[in-house]
């Protein structure tokens, strides 16, 4: 392919969430696979709704992801993003240009007018509900009069009147609109901001982006930028338009289906290896039986060709087994490295602090137990807890009486404080051998002292268990579980 620069742009009026950053994601994706340049552009424009710290959870949701750009306005590095704030001269000089050209042209409706326009078309099913050109036709006159009254106004573009708007995308083939059915939009806006529209088409154009991916809501708006780029004389990108992603009903993605800010999944415990392969696979696919295809992968084999044109389904249970999928590929000193910031918000309610360190010996016996990073101070905190809390009646297997119970519990603690290695193998043996000599089952005494060692009724391996817990406190368990049982 010829030279590749595509663009993620979001706009700062609310938190990043999954469906905005597969976008992001299938920019860079496609820029990696053909050696190409990955732009960020912060598209702030609409002042009013522009939310405080969004665009700092924007970076920090692509940084998590590892979805670097390539460049920015600071040419010395390390780049920040565009934004179009910074850059209004830009849309003022296009603008004039525009009206210069007839191509454009002042409004000076009132937001009252415009409403009951919007009610008259509504109430009248008109073919094209939109602007009615008003302003189009004011004679000089009237223009100055507006002028000389410093009349609060917008620019307005000048859509054609016949014709079609003909579009080849580069996902969902041939497109094309009627252009009576569109109306003179919005490019600059009585705050001197430019709208989407304006802003868009020339920063694409000044940036050379040669292809625009993007979400499928926005192909409706599509007929305007490529008159805008007619007008302007510019040549247009590629467009390509992203299937939705939709809830498991098929509707519209909605917080009640899993659509919250993407850095809640961080935070939730969710890995980014795992985050970036589930959204690689919304919308876009290998072959149909690669589910687990890594970031690196996915730069090598990504193409538009795969991309689907009907929505995407969010399954969250696919996530939560992916999840826990990459949780399984890591090595324990990498697990524990992660999982350590969870289990450190949990320290002021467990008895001693541990290390990363520490947290790596028992990383392994978590390691097929969980599910998200967000589990781990859980299912370790009977490691590092000198009292366990749980209900006595735990203590007692099915099958037996609570005397039977406090007697089995108390040969194993005998048995315990003779056995000299203290290993899982050496522990198996000789718990097994008490087994026959207490005429109980493996699954009555083991499980009285699974409950006794960790509080819990299912935990990994015992022996493994046991012998991470470390003879003193195993012996020191028990013989509370005893003094629990003998208490009646």
């Known amino acids: 392919m010829d030279s590749i620069r595509v663009r993620y742009a979001p706009s700062p ?104 326009l919007r009610k008259a078309n509504r109430a009248n099913n008109a073919p094209n509900p939109g602007y009615d050109g008003h302003c189009r036709n004011l004679t000089q006159a009237d223009l100055r009069d507006q002028e000389g009254n410093h009349t609060p106004h917008t620019v307005r573009f000048v859509m054609p009147d016949q014709g079609e708007t003909e579009l080849v995308d580069l996902i969902r083939g041939d497109v094309s609109w009627d252009n009576a059915l569109l109306d003179d939009f919005v490019i600059l806006k009585s705050d001197g901001f430019p709208t989407y529209h304006l802003a868009n088409v020339l920063d694409d154009h000044l940036m050379e ?78 072959d149909d039986k690669t589910d687990v295809i890594s970031r690196e992968e996915l730069a090598q084999v990504f193409s538009l060709d795969q991309v689907g044109k009907s929505g995407a ?63 781990a101070p859980d299912m370790a ?20 009486e609570r005397d039977a119970a406090a007697s089995a519990l108390h040969g194993a603690h005998r048995t315990l404080v003779n056995l000299h290695d203290f290993s899982a193998a050496a522990l198996e043996e000789s718990l097994r051998t008490l087994t026959g000599e207490l005429e109980v089952s493996g699954r009555q005494l083991f499980g009285a002292l699974r409950v006794a060692t960790t509080g819990r009724t299912a935990a990994p391996p015992l022996f493994e268990t046991m012998e991470a817990l470390g003879r003193e406190r195993c012996l020191k368990r028990i013989h509370r579980a005893c003094e629990m049982l003998e208490a009646g």
């Open 381 to 400: 905190s009977y490691f590092f807890r000198d009292d366990l809390e749980y209900d006595a009646s735990l203590l007692v297997p099915k099958g037996m």
């Open 13 to 116: 009026t609310g938190q990043p969430h999954l469906g905005n950053v597969r976008t992001a994601l299938f920019n860079w994706l496609f820029a990696r696979r053909y050696g190409g340049k990955f732009v960020v552009r912060i598209e702030d424009t609409d002042q009013e709704r522009a939310v405080d710290g969004v665009v700092d959870a924007i970076l920090e949701s692509l940084r998590w992801l590892e979805l670097d750009w390539d460049e920015g306005p600071d040419a010395d590095g390390p780049y920040g993003p565009y934004v179009q704030s910074q850059r209004l001269g830009i849309y003022h000089e296009a603008t004039d240009r525009l009206i210069s050209a007839g191509n454009a042209y002042r409004c000076y409706c009132t937001r009252e007018r415009l409403d009951e």
């Open 209 to 286: 982006i040669s292809h625009v991916l993007r979400a499928e809501e926005w192909l409706s708006s599509t007929p305007r930028h490529l008159q805008l780029y007619g007008a302007l004389g510019y040549e247009p990108p590629l467009f390509g338009h992203l299937p939705m992603i939709l809830g498991p009903d098929r509707s519209k993605l909605s917080k009640r289906h899993g659509a919250t800010a993407l850095l809640e999944y961080r935070d939730a415990g969710y890995l980014s290896e795992a985050m970036v392969n589930f959204m690689a696979l919304l919308g876009w696919s290998l």
């Open 313 to 375: 389904i969010f399954d969250t249970e696919r996530l939560l087994w992916m999840n826990g999928v990459y949780i399984r590929g890591l090595e324990p000193d990498e697990l524990a490295r992660r999982a350590y910031p969870f289990v450190r918000e949990e320290l002021p309610s467990l008895s001693r602090a541990p290390g990363p360190e520490e947290l790596a010996r028992v990383m392994p016996l978590l390691q097929e137990r969980l599910k998200t990073l967000r589990d």
